[in-house]
């Protein structure tokens, strides 16, 4: 496919910063404006977070007395209220299961709010993506593209629930930890915990980044061969027709081998990370344990403090581990969130004009003044094109391939706006009114008529929100498919299949037509409409594409000049200029470019 120069791929957008991408959540997490519910919920959860939190710092002391009373050391009276070691092993047990408790509180508490903010980030990027131009969709890479917007959303649901309940509530619980090693003991214990953690954090972060850019490449490596994988399904029928299935498979599985070598490497990166955070976090135990082992010895400390110790390591050792997966977890969600927001951030070629108004069509007068475009910057397509198009009157526009027929009715449409010159409706520069009002004036039967996977109800159905079954069935009587619809088993219920596969070409376009007569258009653009089907079906479909043109303003796009022949106003396009124009019998007798494409169609059908 022709790149633009102009054209944006979504495989070479730069990345937001991570601090940036995280900004650009918060509005989903605390609204600017409104959303009480979210925030109420979100301090309730807080709430929750930090009494679990003073809880679990707290339950050691239990285990402590109940060991020291076992031991037939009597802990502090002055807390324990001289409970025996069964009350004091079940205050033990109760505070564990609030702990638990409040932290499950917390995580009901929020869903809701995580789940809201995830739909309203996938519907932003949904919109976003329809809303960007023409120029955009006909360079992506369509497998690339769900892929990066998947991840993206995915990481925004990862992103919620870890950075505030695992991020935040570690380093409150490292604190508190601190402080209680401090005071319960001495300097040496909480100094041993800091270096340990401080190397710990360092070793992780630092190995992590690296980690990072094997997880992107390794990234790139699964877009690419998602990629391939889609493009040739969406293929499939040509793979068919070419005999290339073993040439398909040969093509992914090379793009599968690049992907499992980078994922080895992931998982080598990943083996490394996790023995050094072992390596670090069990010295920091064992020396901890040692220093408080000297004091039980010399009578400084009792049994329960031992025991005390060593629950507080383990409970810095757990989420320390935690830590370590979830900082690459939210590295990596950070990445992808990143190249969502890239997608985001860039703007469509084509927007609405400030405060544009709705186009008001009073009879459907299409004009072209002096029109000039190109797809690249450096190649021309139009040069200087005038057209006007009377209300009510059927204009053709005929030519060889390329010379740029099909274009004038992408930029009706305003997929792309003109270079130079302007495109009138009833006298109103389609670039000053508002995209929705002009695609709602006008009504496009294409060369290849896409369906949904849906019914064949459905997909006609879909040229008009909320039409009613009858007026679903006028259309399709109108476009004379009805009586096909009706033979089959389960009429207007039959599923088409992926692009209307179970259809013929014929059926389709029928289909097609049924919608755009549904919807009901001023302005009807036939592009290439039976350029891909058979004689006999093309004249069955004449007939019905002459029907929808009634007292509309029609503007034909054509290779067949058959089709044309009755057109009001025929235009000959050549090399992006208009070199003939009139009736065909006028064109005829002139004996120009058209008279030639015309005696030579005619030719090759005879024969």
Same mark, same amino acid.
Not at 248 to 260: F, G, K, L, Q
Not at 319 to 329: A, C, D, K
């Given at each position: 496919?022709?790149?633009?120069?102009?054209?944006?791929?979504?495989?070479?957008?730069?990345?937001?910063?991570?601090?940036?991408?995280?900004?650009?959540?918060?509005?989903?997490?605390?609204?600017?404006?409104?959303?009480?519910?979210?925030?109420?919920?979100?301090?309730?959860?807080?709430?929750?977070?930090?009494?679990?939190?003073?809880?679990?710092?707290?339950?050691?002391?239990?285990?402590?007395?109940?060991?020291?009373?076992?031991?037939?050391?009597?802990?502090?009276?002055?807390?324990?209220?001289?409970?025996?070691?069964?009350?004091?092993?079940?205050? =033990?047990?109760?505070?564990?299961?609030?702990?638990?408790?409040?932290?499950?509180?917390?995580?009901?508490?929020?869903?809701?709010?995580?789940?809201?903010?995830?739909?309203?980030?996938?519907?932003?990027?949904?919109?976003?993506?329809?809303?960007?131009?023409? #120029? =955009?969709?006909?360079?992506?890479?369509?497998?690339?593209?769900?892929?990066?917007?998947?991840?993206?959303?995915?990481?925004?649901?990862?992103?919620?629930?870890?950075?505030?309940?695992?991020?935040?509530? /570690?380093?409150?619980? /490292?604190?508190?930890?601190?402080?209680?090693?401090?005071?319960?003991?001495?300097?040496?214990?909480?100094?041993?915990?800091?270096?340990?953690?401080?190397?710990?954090?360092?070793?992780?972060?630092?190995?992590?980044?690296? #980690?990072?850019?094997?997880?992107?490449?390794?990234?790139?490596?699964?877009?690419?061969?998602?990629?391939?994988?889609?493009?040739?399904?969406?293929?499939?029928?040509?793979?068919?027709?070419?005999?290339?299935?073993?040439?398909?498979?040969? #093509?992914?599985?090379?793009?599968?081998?690049?992907?499992?070598?980078?994922?080895?490497?992931?998982?080598?990166?990943?083996?490394?990370?996790?023995?050094?955070?072992?390596?670090?976090?069990?010295?920091?135990?064992?020396?901890?344990?040692?220093?408080?082992?000297?004091?039980?010895?010399?009578?400084?400390?009792?049994?329960?403090?031992?025991?005390?110790?060593?629950?507080?390591?383990?409970?810095?050792?757990?989420?320390?581990?935690?830590?370590?997966?979830?900082?690459?977890?939210?590295?990596?969600?950070?990445?992808?969130?990143?190249?969502?927001?890239?997608?985001?951030?860039?703007?469509?070629?084509?927007?609405?004009?400030?405060?544009?108004?709705?186009?008001?069509?009073?009879?459907?007068?299409?004009?072209?003044?002096?029109?000039?475009?190109?797809?690249?910057?450096?190649?021309?397509?139009?040069?200087?094109?005038?057209?006007?198009?009377?209300?009510?009157?059927?204009?053709?526009?005929?030519?060889?391939?390329?010379?740029?027929?099909?274009?004038?009715?992408?930029?009706?449409?305003?997929?792309?706006?003109?270079?130079?010159?302007?495109?009138?409706?009833?006298?109103?520069?389609?670039?000053?009114?508002?995209?929705?009002?002009?695609?709602?004036?006008?009504?496009?039967?294409?060369?290849?008529?896409?369906?949904?996977?849906d019914t064949i109800g459905y997909n006609i159905a879909y040229g008009r929100d909320g039409a009613s079954m009858d007026d679903v069935i006028e259309a399709a009587r109108a476009a004379s498919i009805h009586d096909f619809i009706t033979s089959l088993p /389960?009429? =207007?219920?039959?599923?088409?299949?992926?692009?209307? /596969?179970?259809?013929?070409?014929?059926?389709?376009?029928?289909?097609?037509?049924?919608?755009?007569?549904?919807?009901?258009?001023?302005?009807?653009?036939?592009?290439?409409?039976?350029?891909?089907?058979?004689?006999?079906?093309?004249?069955?479909?004449?007939?019905?594409?002459?029907?929808?043109?009634?007292?509309?303003?029609?503007?034909?796009?054509?290779?067949?000049?058959?089709?044309?022949?009755?057109?009001?106003?025929?235009?000959?396009?050549?090399?992006?200029?208009?070199?003939?124009?009139?009736?065909?019998?006028?064109?005829?007798?002139?004996?120009?470019?058209?008279?030639?494409?015309?005696?030579?169609?005619?030719?090759?059908?005879?024969?």
């Amino acid at each position: 496919m022709r790149q633009s120069s102009h054209s944006i791929d979504v495989d070479t957008q730069p990345a937001a910063s991570g601090w940036a991408t995280v900004m650009r959540v918060a509005p989903y997490l605390w609204p600017r404006q409104g959303g009480g519910w979210i925030k109420r919920r979100i301090v309730l959860a807080l709430i929750a977070l930090f009494a679990a939190k003073l809880i679990a710092v707290g339950t050691p002391f239990f285990y402590k007395a109940a060991v020291d009373t076992l031991s037939g050391e009597a802990p502090d009276a002055a807390w324990t209220l001289g409970a025996g070691a069964i009350a004091l092993t079940v205050a =033990y047990g109760m505070a564990r299961l609030m702990n638990v408790g409040l932290q499950q509180l917390r995580d009901a508490l929020f869903a809701p709010v995580g789940q809201h903010a995830l739909r309203r980030v996938a519907l932003r990027t949904f919109r976003h993506i329809h809303a960007m131009s023409m #120029r =955009y969709h006909i360079t992506r890479k369509t497998g690339g593209l769900s892929r990066i917007i998947e991840r993206g959303v995915k990481g925004v649901d990862f992103l919620l629930r870890f950075l505030i309940f695992s991020i935040f509530p /570690l380093i409150l619980e /490292l604190v508190l930890v601190g402080i209680v090693l401090w005071a319960a003991f001495d300097f040496w214990y909480l100094f041993v915990v800091v270096v340990v953690i401080a190397l710990y954090v360092a070793f992780t972060f630092k190995v992590t980044e690296w #980690r990072v850019k094997l997880r992107r490449e390794m990234n790139d490596q699964d877009t690419d061969a998602n990629q391939k994988a889609i493009d040739s399904l969406l293929n499939y029928e040509t793979v068919k027709y070419f005999g290339a299935e073993n040439r398909e498979a040969a #093509r992914y599985d090379a793009a599968m081998a690049r992907y499992e070598r980078a994922a080895v490497r992931t998982s080598y990166s990943l083996s490394f990370l996790n023995f050094g955070q072992s390596l670090l976090i069990t010295s920091g135990l064992v020396i901890v344990m040692v220093m408080a082992a000297l004091g039980v010895q010399d009578g400084t400390l009792t049994v329960g403090d031992f025991v005390m110790v060593n629950a507080y390591m383990i409970q810095i050792t757990m989420p320390l581990n935690f830590l370590g997966t979830v900082y690459r977890e939210i590295r990596q969600s950070l990445v992808d969130m990143g190249e969502m927001f890239g997608l985001l951030d860039q703007a469509p070629d084509v927007t609405d004009a400030a405060e544009a108004p709705a186009l008001k069509v009073t009879g459907g007068k299409v004009e072209l003044r002096d029109v000039h475009f190109g797809y690249d910057a450096d190649r021309e397509i139009l040069k200087g094109i005038s057209l006007t198009a009377e209300p009510g009157q059927t204009v053709a526009i005929v030519g060889p391939t390329g010379s740029g027929k099909s274009t004038i009715g992408r930029l009706l449409f305003r997929f792309y706006d003109v270079s130079q010159g302007a495109l009138l409706i009833d006298g109103q520069d389609i670039r000053g009114v508002t995209q929705s009002s002009l695609h709602k004036a006008i009504g496009v039967v294409p060369q290849d008529t896409v369906l949904f996977n849906d019914t064949i109800g459905y997909n006609i159905a879909y040229g008009r929100d909320g039409a009613s079954m009858d007026d679903v069935i006028e259309a399709a009587r109108a476009a004379s498919i009805h009586d096909f619809i009706t033979s089959l088993p /389960l009429g =207007y219920d039959t599923t088409v299949g992926e692009r209307g /596969l179970k259809l013929s070409g014929g059926e389709k376009q029928r289909v097609g037509i049924a919608r755009t007569l549904l919807k009901d258009p001023p302005i009807l653009l036939l592009d290439e409409a039976t350029s891909a089907l058979d004689t006999a079906t093309e004249r069955d479909i004449q007939g019905a594409l002459a029907r929808a043109g009634q007292g509309r303003t029609v503007l034909i796009i054509a290779h067949r000049l058959s089709t044309v022949a009755d057109a009001d106003r025929i235009v000959v396009l050549e090399d992006g200029r208009i070199i003939e124009d009139g009736t065909h019998s006028d064109l005829l007798e002139a004996g120009g470019r058209y008279a030639g494409l015309w005696r030579r169609q005619q030719s090759d059908e005879a024969a």
